[in-house]
């Protein structure tokens, strides 16, 4: 009788460890099916056509564009870079980078040491072409990397920025540059001495003397018509599609 009971007892319990075992199996089934649903609700998410400007846009809203070019070796992306907004029309065209916006950039004459003093004595406007100027004071105690510290001192105001580079033992030139490209930079006497036209920048007149750069537009033709811009930033072409040039390649068609 008491193996009897026992047998019994010990029976039992297997069952309730088989129940055991399979609820824990059915747990883990339930939290693998959670998971999965998760994950499924997230990529439906991502899939769902979103008009929120806050969120991001639906994949299936997302635009591409592809370059080709019938000439060999040539990488049409080396030449421009393109984005295509999501409302942008689907479309083929043809364009041609012809040429690069640059910035002017002159220089001074050369001189044996940029820290000497150049014992002048003057003001003189500085600035771009249809932008803000403002005058620069120079002193008989500045050297040219002094006047180039004190015209970088305004070239948030003025847009243009100067160096003073050493091209060769013992020759320093000091050049100025526009921060914007095809925009003259402009510079006018105030007071004193000459400045620009003492260190070469200018002749008598005001006429850049040693021009480095002129500043040039940059243009590009979609569908044999030609574009041309400031900077190298096309965003008024082609509704929805940006252009960005990169190098000049005049003839080759993408």
């Given at each position: 009788?008491?193996?009897?009971?026992?047998?019994?007892?010990?029976?039992?319990?297997?069952?309730?460890?088989?129940?055991?075992?399979?609820?824990?199996t059915?747990?883990?089934?339930?939290?693998?099916?959670?998971?999965?649903?998760?994950?499924?609700q997230?990529?439906?998410?991502?899939?769902?056509?979103?008009?929120?400007?806050?969120?991001?846009?639906?994949?299936?809203?997302?635009?591409s564009?592809?370059?080709?070019?019938?000439?060999?070796?040539?990488?049409?992306?080396?030449?421009?870079?393109?984005s295509?907004?999501?409302?942008?029309?689907?479309?083929?065209?043809?364009?041609?980078?012809?040429?690069?916006?640059?910035?002017?950039?002159?220089?001074?004459?050369?001189?044996?040491?940029?820290?000497?003093?150049?014992?002048?004595?003057?003001?003189?406007?500085?600035?771009l072409?249809?932008?803000?100027?403002?005058?620069?004071?120079?002193?008989?105690?500045?050297s040219?990397?002094?006047?180039?510290?004190?015209?970088?001192?305004?070239?948030?105001?003025?847009?243009?920025?100067?160096s003073?580079?050493?091209?060769?033992?013992?020759?320093?030139?000091?050049?100025?540059?526009?921060?914007?490209?095809?925009?003259?930079?402009?510079?006018?006497?105030?007071?004193?001495?000459?400045?620009?036209?003492?260190?070469?920048?200018?002749?008598?007149?005001?006429?850049?003397?040693?021009?480095?750069?002129?500043?040039?537009?940059?243009?590009?033709?979609?569908?044999?018509?030609?574009?041309?811009?400031?900077?190298?930033?096309?965003?008024?072409?082609?509704?929805?599609?940006n252009?960005?040039?990169?190098?000049?390649?005049?003839?080759?068609t993408?």
């Amino acid at each position: 009788l008491i193996e009897a009971a026992y047998n019994q007892r010990i029976s039992e319990a297997t069952k309730n460890d088989d129940k055991v075992t399979k609820n824990t199996t059915r747990i883990g089934a339930l939290s693998n099916l959670q998971t999965l649903s998760t994950s499924l609700q997230t990529s439906l998410t991502k899939l769902r056509t979103n008009y929120s400007l806050l969120s991001d846009p639906s994949v299936f809203n997302l635009k591409s564009g592809t370059f080709t070019t019938a000439t060999t070796g040539v990488n049409p992306s080396s030449f421009v870079s393109v984005s295509i907004d999501n409302d942008a029309v689907p479309g083929t065209y043809s364009v041609q980078v012809n040429a690069l916006a640059s910035a002017q950039k002159v220089r001074s004459t050369s001189f044996a040491d940029a820290t000497t003093t150049q014992n002048l004595n003057g003001n003189f406007q500085i600035g771009l072409a249809g932008g803000a100027s403002t005058s620069i004071a120079v002193t008989a105690g500045m050297s040219l990397n002094d006047i180039a510290s004190a015209i970088n001192a305004q070239k948030n105001t003025t847009n243009v920025s100067a160096s003073v580079l050493q091209v060769s033992p013992g020759q320093y030139q000091l050049y100025l540059t526009a921060n914007q490209t095809n925009k003259q930079i402009v510079t006018s006497v105030d007071s004193g001495d000459d400045v620009l036209q003492s260190i070469g920048i200018t002749n008598g007149g005001g006429t850049f003397v040693n021009q480095v750069q002129p500043a040039s537009a940059a243009q590009i033709t979609v569908d044999n018509v030609l574009f041309t811009r400031d900077s190298n930033a096309f965003s008024d072409v082609i509704d929805g599609v940006n252009f960005d040039l990169l190098t000049a390649n005049p003839g080759v068609t993408y």
